[in-house]
């Protein structure tokens, strides 16, 4: 490989865009050699135009089987995350793909073993990994100075709810919400959960009761190093983009909170008014996005394991089933449980 | 009753101490006329004098019975509390009563139905209701201008655990210290659980294993009305008291943070240094536990409801037996459950 | 003396009701044995009475020449201070009294010439010493942690205007609201101002003009020790009391907040809402005011040297006629000119 | 013009550096055409050559008379500001400049006439006014819902002091640091300042004294209405760039604190530590140099007012020369005398 990385990016919709963009702009060893859509007309063939991408293609495999590229970014729909991995993999190329890599654990394992097969890289686009306030969180608990991990708490809350159509198919809130905040706890306490309960209400869109999904959860789990978690979501908090993280050790505590729009502070007789927290994750995880391209083209430009494996990309994946499992059969639910019956 | 509450204090411990000295120094129409504990010599009755406090007794019942008292503050052990309000009330004093009234809810109830035969007031001291930032945030909840509560959060964390001795017989972990955060859930709520999920681990001080108990604790659990909770606890931030509340509304968020020991903060090259919470509960509530107090006196003087009814002193009391039970047998326990195994 | 304080109090107003009040709720080692007030009936009685303060006078030398007395408290009119301290130290009084012990500076050599010969302690009661943010400001400047001061800042603001009635006798701002600031200055750079640039406007009650006072002024100025500093006043801050005091040193900057009503933040779709600054300065300064009570109690008792020490006196009244010297002829004024003139 | 800005770029410095490559990253509709170096070799012609700026010149005048260029960025020395502005708007070129234009007002003025006679538009870089925080605060007060403008504070500090031979050819704090914040002051109060007082101290480098500089300074002011400023400087604030604001007005105040690090806070048994401030303006000021490029091109191309005019470049040059002269003088200096000495 040369000096610098030549990617083939599958998928152009808007985190698709999002990763051209970045590697465009601030991935000085990377460059978008290829892409492709099945929609590359139009607007999505003037984007790759401006970006001077000039191959351009409706078939995915014509990437995949380009010779002229050296790594996948995998940003199409999850559904074909798995055959893209695997087809990539067999193809020799190092692969950065977006979260989840599939809902079927079955289906994660084989794509993992073919990328081991091969010997190429592979990255999750676990994003949060690279904020800088939840890094933060996690390298104080990592670092050890604050002895073992007692307690981890993740609020999470979007904005605002999605439409219904976007919902029926998200594969429920645990799956397509949850999963990132899985991934968090996992990453700050650096142990597997062991065992989850998940409570849900339908709270803010009375719609989605007809297809079993909720839009308020809680849910507690168990590590194996005895800590103890829970996260909370929301599919709306009016007030933007929540997203705070916090770690209990046994000599202190962690905790990180949003960013905010500005730090201006107006004081007048009726109180004090402060800025709210950037509105969405195209907003709070900007430079995240950035920093997960560049830590990829390092891992793969320099031979270092990529920051965030398959393997991170498959327990988040459990943990949302028993969560499912959890919530809807009114138990808690071992991950051994959920692991034995997929694996 | 003249417009002056003459007050009958049992136990002078260390709370006891404290609710005669806010009577005298804070309470203008409050005045302690009459105090019992098994222990009334030396510091005791030098305490006692200090304040002006001439009738004091070894034995509760002469307080009890004494007709120059209109109303008892029961301070004595949890053991005593349902004995000593029965008999109070049958005197026709006014009561309030250190939490928990009782750890059997069948005496918690037995005790009520005197008050309420007795026509009595009864207020029980769950103090942190008077709390400044926890009022804060149940004021704006009750106000309803932020809609129906969806999710809250406690966390309530002591900064040191315990004696071995004293955690041995403090009817552990839920009954003793979760019980001041399941009455908060109810206060910022409105609502009454319905279900709890309980999750323990021993990670400060290994011998409590001997009895069962656990320092460290997510409860999660679903409310009435819909809304889910979650509480956290442990026994040692070694940063100090961490007493932090939330509830996630409709129409936006209410948080209280810790008040500090100050405002200010220190930045040098290492990094911006800021003061730690105000140490324990007798420095964070201080101004709550005179307010408790004046809110007692102006109820009974002025015939108004008690803001802390004797239903406040049983609700909390079914979830810390249903978050014993559910850590225990390692499953979600309904309230209903545990009213109906008590009733 | 015994190990009690005996303090004889002068003035019953608001500040001579606070520190009598404070006296008996708080200080375990004095008592108000007798105080002086020209309106000793009425209210005055009652609050003295329920206090149980009986001796009683509307004739402050029965106070000072009480054989009864340990220690005067000063709380009466301004006008008034040197005079009594100067009686009372000659009657052998230990003494702590309200800022500023007079306008004339020459008045107030003479009072700390007589304090000395008499050999009684002498507290002036810049309560704001005592304030815990402002206080740990102080402590860290003064640990020499952060090396030398560089420069000074306070921001001192009323939350809303006197009287003009008041203004108009209240000696001006300088003298009767930087007062306070320009002891503050002292206290947290360890040197004494050199020099002076006040610049003053009338901006919120256009009748001061009348009597040339400013109601919004800044004040420039230099230290011995090379540190500059600046303090801004405002007679309204609509949103309450702000009192904000930095030091920025060689090694690191040390800055104090305002205290809060609470500490709960409100995010909606608007905004973040928090807690206003504590309303003035009963509310902020509250503990203040009893811990300068504390202090000169043990001071007197255990035979230290007061906090707040005669010189802290008059100092201040040094500055705050540079300024008003320096706003009125609109150029820097030399503290060594105005010491020169009245010396 | 076409629909997009071709801009030339004289002087490939640090700062011509960052504008080339903000404009090739951020500015859809411009693009760096030309560009010229007195050193266009080595590192320069890699840079031009990695951002495809192919028209690559040493002498300054091949830019600024190039037919293909629509508007310059001058980013060159200090000295030749001035020049290249005549020279651009007289080749009909727009003009974004460097702060200052010159340090002569004289020169600035002359500049200034050039440009209008020429009927091009002129942007100075004071890239503050395009922070989201410094930019709350004016948007809050240029409002009006806070009525007018009492007191306006600035605070702005180096992280470290520059070294010496860069200090002695600067034109002196005032000139060279402080000019930032009195651009910042006219800004939010939205008035000229008639007076300033300058105190200066060398407290950080003994080394300034010999060419009569200071390090740490204060400058008050007075506004022609009414409203009275204070901003302080220190060379060096070892936890990093210290950049605050704060306008108090009539029904409220309005402050800007520093952006951070991260929003992560560590609680132990010795304190609770926080970020420190982002280091410098590179990492402060970040995306406000980008917005400024963004609003210069839509300001050339939609033909409006550009957001800081030539008149916002003289006049804080008028108000450092007032500041110098006041701390080497030792008085008050109107500004009136400083626009008489030199126009």
């Known amino acids: 490989m040369s000096n ?48 001077g991408i000039s191959d351009l293609s409706k078939d995915p495999y014509d990437v995949i089987n380009n ?19 695997i087809a990539g993999a067999k193809a020799g190329k190092h692969i950065f793909c977006e979260k989840p890599i599939h809902t079927d654990p079955a289906k994660i394992r084989e794509a993992l073993d073919t990328v081991k097969e091969c010997g190429v890289k592979l990255q999750v686009g676990f994003v949060r990994r690279f904020d800088h306030n939840h890094k933060k969180v996690r390298d104080v608990v990592a670092s050890g100075r604050l002895g073992a991990p007692h307690t981890v708490k993740v609020t999470s809350r979007d904005p605002d709810i999605a439409p219904l159509s976007y919902l029926e ?39 989605i009761k007809a297809f079993g999904d909720a839009d308020t959860v809680v849910v507690a789990m168990k590590f194996e190093n005895g800590a103890l978690g829970v996260i909370d979501n929301s599919r709306r908090a009016p007030y933007g983009y929540d997203q705070r993280t916090e770690v209990l050790c046994e000599k202190g505590c962690v905790r990180a909170e949003n960013d905010l729009n500005d730090t201006a502070t ?50 988040p994946v459990y943990m949302a089933l028993a969560a499912e499992k959890s919530m809807r059969e009114g138990r808690p639910v071992k991950l051994s449980e959920v692991k034995g019956e997929t694996e």
Request: hydrophobic share 45%; aromatic share 8%.
């Open 266 to 315: 107006i004081s007048t007789v009726e109180g004090v008014e402060a800025a709210k927290p950037t509105w969405f994750f195209l907003e709070r995880y900007n430079q995240a996005f950035i920093d997960e391209t560049l830590a990829f083209t390092d891992a793969v430009l320099n031979d270092k394991d990529t920051p965030v494996t398959g393997e991170d990309g498959l327990q």
């Open 169 to 207: 198919t998200s594969g429920g809130i645990f799956m397509d919400m949850t999963i990132h905040d899985f991934d968090m706890v996992r990453y700050l306490v650096g142990s597997e959960a062991t065992e989850v309960t998940a409570y849900g209400s339908v709270l803010i869109n009375p719609e």
């Open 67 to 85: 010779p002229d590229v050296d790594a996948l970014f995998i940003c199409s729909s999850t559904a074909t995350h798995a055959e893209f991995i």
């Open 4 to 51: 610098q990385l030549r990617i083939g990016l599958l998928g152009l919709g808007r985190i698709g865009k999002l990763h051209a963009a970045n590697i465009a702009a601030f991935a000085d060893k990377a460059v978008v050699a290829a892409a492709a859509d099945p929609l590359a007309d139009g607007d999505i063939a003037r984007f790759a135009d401006g970006l």
